[in-house]
């Protein structure tokens, strides 16, 4: 009966496996024709998966299903956020299901599915779960990238499907590890085991083989090179939803295995730190030379995930707080200029950044609302971005003085980082002689919505960010 | 009365200009656009000598005006205890106005200068003065840092879209990069110093009045890092001698009126934050910086001369020189004594206006002539001689002549350090100080070659026949009289400043002795 009663815990989960197979089901009937029905179904099922979420129990924290699922107000956090954010990304999907008609339906089935992973994910409280639906994150994720025509989205999808591969592999070595050492897969039976013990060189090194398998979802260093060849693959908005969803479930459980079975090891809070400032130089340095924006988000993504892996390392309440606002913050940026790229692949502009040119003169509250989200990415004051900076490092600081010199060569990145995202504004006010006023707000309606909707979120968030700062510290507190 | 001046309007009103500016009404209709900012600029100067006026320095603390933005009744980020708190010293008073009196300068030069995109020139002009406001007026750490770092995209697009030179662009991005590394410096400094703060006393704030480091259980190394990180970013915006080589493309590439904001105000702010950080909040780790400080002021004061001697482009020799004059600021500061704290503040008058003037008349013949090398211009003063006249007040002025605005905060500040009291580094002070009157001499000689070069000598015949060449026009005249006047009053009687004052420099020297 214990089924039953705690069936409330997954409803949201249920609501979308649901519609997944109503999805794959008119995949069948509907023909190509009907391709915009496919999108429609997905915002339903998100909506109904979200309205779900309140008769979700979280407190107080509640585990079910032999103590494999978990569910508090920080698993709820993550899937409401998940849910929003993807929410906003369906909208932006419009090219991409134009462009492949005839699969619209199974991609739509393949967006829930990863979506479906992802809440599962945050809520696990054992590796065997964790490891089922990161499973489905990443196969889900490789078709997802092998949807685009062209030789090279299925490029793609195969180099990321070999390196997820080989991270899984090495996430599982460790789990193996760890369940010899303590006689359990169950997050907070390991926790318990090693309360009073010492932990042995074994347990460090099966901690760091969990997390090195999971840096590769977040792009972090040791399996990070896939981030920039894949960007270039695949269709904009695809990528906005690999780079939005999978990763904000990934910094969910990692933070949460960071805080219980994995804390009690020194070494992964400087192995972390090392890996976190390695990344943020190495993808710093590489995004200087890209002049496809694509590419420059995708060391955009690394740089940004390396900064908030290093304030989850120092595991703290406070820490805690400062990566949630910063993931709240930066998604809602990163949203807005992957609606932005939407919006410019649908006019006559490409990728590159040269062709932005004249963009200023032709496109003013566009490019007004494009350099707000761009400019919040590197931190400039009045919006989102620098209020979480400032949150960010003031957490680090916080953590000691032996962290002081990473500090400062993160920061010496976020300096690095200010040259390319500047550059990409300096490109859209240069003249040229091409005259060629594309206004590009036509027949992209919801795109421009949704870069309007995360500019004003992204300016709310840099003028009054205390009601949403408070949230965080509340769900860090609870954690 | 106080409470009817309001500093929130002082500070966001040239935001909100700049913001109207956009409306349908000011479309396409330039005269119009430029006359507001113009007539805008001019209130928004008379305001703020009401604030003078209305100042009441018996207030505790010194600091008048304070007041809290806040949106629904929330402080800015109330969990790290950041405020948007605005409020004015007679130090931020003063700069305050001065700020509006540059702006304004730089509003009315503007016409001949900017020939393209007004409505956003003007926008970027007002948007940068609400930076510099909120910059000085800030009582916040957090705040402050905020305008400081928000500063950079104003100043960015002003130079990089109406730069003079091809190469605007780069160094526009240059200048970006140079002081942002700076402004994160600083940002670890104030984490550090609100970090700390919280640990010791257990309270969480980044207000200026609330932080109190005066303590045994803070411990001194920390306030020495503290100090010394927030001088890195001070240093790159002064700019200190090794760290000085955006300034020098950013100016020559930047319209006159920007340059006149550049070369005046923009100084300031690194002086005003190392009153702000490095003396005020840290005086006990400034006692050990001080010292260094004072010869990495002597160098600039020396060796900018020099270079600026050097130099064959006029507009170099104003940038090197102005430069050297922010040394001057930076001795007297490091002096820790009565005099030289005096000396510099009286010095930071000296130098907006000296220099705004200066920066106009080189702008002026640059535009007329089309060209800055000195090798190229000579005798203007047959066609130009009203332009002439002020050219040489105002260089007189710059070479510190008695009873004009450049001699007081010299004398003083060299005065000071020569005095200073501070044990075992007297005879170090008193060469510094001894090595920077010598300036004086280089400084004459570098401003008498350029005034040589300039106006007298020979003519060339090309200037005779251009008709492009000609005299100050209207608006030139009237401002370059209110500069040469402002030089006069102030030179004769510098004890208004220096009364207005005095009970603020004598509250440093008393938190540099305890």
């Keep these: 009966m214990e089924f039953f009663s705690k069936i409330n815990l997954i409803l949201p989960e249920i609501a979308i496996l649901l519609f997944i197979g109503i999805q794959l089901f008119l995949s069948f009937f509907c023909d190509a024709s009907k391709y915009k029905v496919s999108k429609w179904i997905s915002i339903l099922g998100i909506f109904i998966s979200a309205a779900l979420c309140s008769k979700v129990q979280i407190e107080p924290i509640c585990y079910a299903f032999n103590n494999s699922v978990i569910s508090d107000s920080f698993t709820m956090f993550f899937k409401l956020f998940i849910l929003i954010s993807s929410f906003l990304l369906v909208f932006l999907t419009k090219r991409a299901l134009a462009a492949n008609r005839s699969n619209a339906f199974r991609f739509n089935a393949l967006f829930l599915t990863n979506i479906l992973g992802a809440l599962v994910l945050v809520s696990a409280n054992d590796f065997l779960t964790m490891f089922l639906a990161l499973e489905i994150v990443s196969v889900s994720s490789t078709f997802m990238l092998a949807y685009d025509n062209g030789y090279f989205s299925k490029e793609s999808a195969l180099k990321f499907f070999v390196i997820s591969l080989v991270a899984t592999a090495i996430f599982l070595f460790g789990v193996a590890y760890l369940y010899g050492i303590s006689n359990s897969f169950n997050f907070s039976e390991i926790y318990e085991f090693f309360d009073d013990k010492q932990p042995t060189l074994l347990y460090s090194m099966a901690v760091i083989m969990i997390v090195s398998g999971l840096s590769f979802k977040i792009g972090i260093l040791p399996f990070s090179n896939w981030i920039v060849d894949i960007y270039e693959g695949s269709s904009t908005s695809i990528l906005g939803i690999l780079s939005i969803v999978p990763k904000l479930a990934l910094f969910g459980i990692l933070t949460r295995l960071l805080v219980f079975p994995l804390s009690y090891s020194y070494e992964l809070t400087f192995v972390l730190v090392l890996i976190a400032t390695l990344t943020a130089i190495w993808a710093n340095l590489l995004a200087i030379r890209q002049r496809n924006i694509k590419k420059l988000l995708a060391c955009c993504v690394s740089a940004n995930s390396s900064y908030v892996l290093f304030s989850a390392a120092l595991v703290s309440v406070y820490n805690l707080s400062t990566v949630l606002f910063y993931l709240i913050s930066f998604v809602f940026m990163y949203i807005g200029v992957v609606a932005a790229i939407v919006i410019l692949e649908n006019s006559p502009f490409s990728n590159k950044l040269y062709e932005f040119k004249n963009f200023a003169y032709t496109n003013p509250i566009f490019t007004l609302c494009f350099a707000i989200c761009i400019l919040g990415l590197a931190g400039i004051p009045l919006t989102s971005g620098f209020v979480s900076k400032i949150y960010l490092l003031s957490a680090i600081v916080r953590s000691g003085l032996v962290f002081l010199p990473f500090l400062i060569i993160i920061v010496l990145t976020i300096v690095v980082s200010m040259y390319y995202y500047l550059n990409v504004i300096r490109y859209m006010f240069e003249k040229s002689d091409k005259v060629e006023s594309a206004v590009v707000a036509h027949k992209t309606g919801s795109s421009i919505i949704i870069l309007y909707f995360c500019t004003i979120i992204t300016l709310i968030l840099g003028l009054c960010p205390e009601k949403v700062i408070e949230l965080c510290q509340l769900i860090a507190y609870n954690v | ?514």
């Design chain 2, 1 to 514: 009365m106080e409470n009817s001046l309001s500093i929130l309007a002082l500070i966001f009103s040239p935001l909100i200009a700049a913001i109207l500016l956009f409306l349908p009404i000011f479309s396409g209709k330039v005269v119009l656009i430029r006359r507001f900012s113009k007539a805008f600029a001019s209130l928004h100067f008379a305001y703020s000598i009401l604030f003078l006026v209305f100042f009441n320095p018996q207030i505790e603390g010194g600091i008048n005006y304070l007041s809290e933005f806040s949106i629904a009744g929330i402080s800015w980020i109330k969990v790290m205890g950041i405020k948007m708190m605005f409020g004015l010293d007679i130090l931020s008073l003063l700069l305050v106005i001065l700020t509006s009196f540059v702006f304004l300068i730089a509003l009315i030069v503007s016409k001949n200068s900017i020939k393209t995109k007004f409505k956003f020139y003007y926008s970027l002009i007002l948007f940068l003065e609400t930076c510099m406001l909120g910059l000085f007026a800030a009582r916040d750490m957090f705040l402050f840092f905020m305008f400081f770092e928000l500063l950079l995209i104003p100043i960015y697009f002003l130079i990089s879209l109406w730069g003079e030179e091809d190469n605007s662009k780069t160094t526009a991005m240059q200048y970006v990069l140079y002081t942002f590394l700076g402004s994160l410096f600083l940002l670890v400094g104030i984490l550090l110093l609100h970090a700390y703060n919280f640990i010791v006393y257990e309270s969480l704030t980044a207000d200026f009045s609330e932080i109190i480091v005066k303590n045994p259980d803070f411990p001194l190394f920390m306030q020495i890092i503290i100090s010394i990180l927030c001088l890195i970013g001070f240093a790159i915006k002064m700019p200190i001698a090794p760290l000085h080589s955006w300034a020098i493309d950013t100016c020559k590439n930047a319209q006159m009126p920007v340059a006149i904001i550049m070369n005046t105000v923009m100084m300031l702010v690194a002086g005003y934050g190392i009153v702000r950080f490095n003396i005020e909040l840290l005086p006990e780790a400034f006692v050990y910086i001080a010292p260094i400080l004072a010869i990495f002021a002597t160098i600039n004061i020396l060796y900018f001369l020099f270079v600026a001697f050097a130099q064959n482009d006029i507009k170099k020799i104003v940038i090197y020189s102005s430069m050297s004059s922010a040394g001057i600021i930076l001795l007297g500061l490091s002096s820790m004594s009565f005099l030289g704290f005096s000396g510099a503040i009286f010095q930071m008058l000296a130098h907006t206006i000296l220099f705004a003037g200066l920066t106009l008349v080189v702008g002026i013949v640059c535009m007329r002539t089309k060209t800055s090398d000195i090798c190229e211009l000579g005798g203007l003063g047959h066609v130009m001689p009203r332009l002439m006249g002020f050219a040489l007040i105002i260089c007189v002025a710059l070479i510190g002549t008695p009873l004009m605005v450049g001699f007081e905060g010299r004398f003083l500040t060299f005065l000071g350090s020569f005095n200073t009291t501070i044990d075992n580094y007297d005879v170090w002070y008193k060469v510094c100080a001894v090595l920077s009157i010598l300036s004086v001499f280089v400084c004459a000689s570098c401003i008498l070659k350029f005034l040589h070069k300039v106006f007298f000598a020979n003519v060339f015949e090309k200037y005779q026949i251009d008709t492009s060449v000609a005299d100050i026009s209207n608006h030139e005249f009237l401002v370059l009289l209110v500069i040469v006047v402002a030089i006069i009053i102030f030179g004769l009687f510098p004890m208004s400043i220096l009364d207005l004052v005095e009970t603020f420099v004598e509250n440093l020297v008393y938190v540099l002795q305890v």
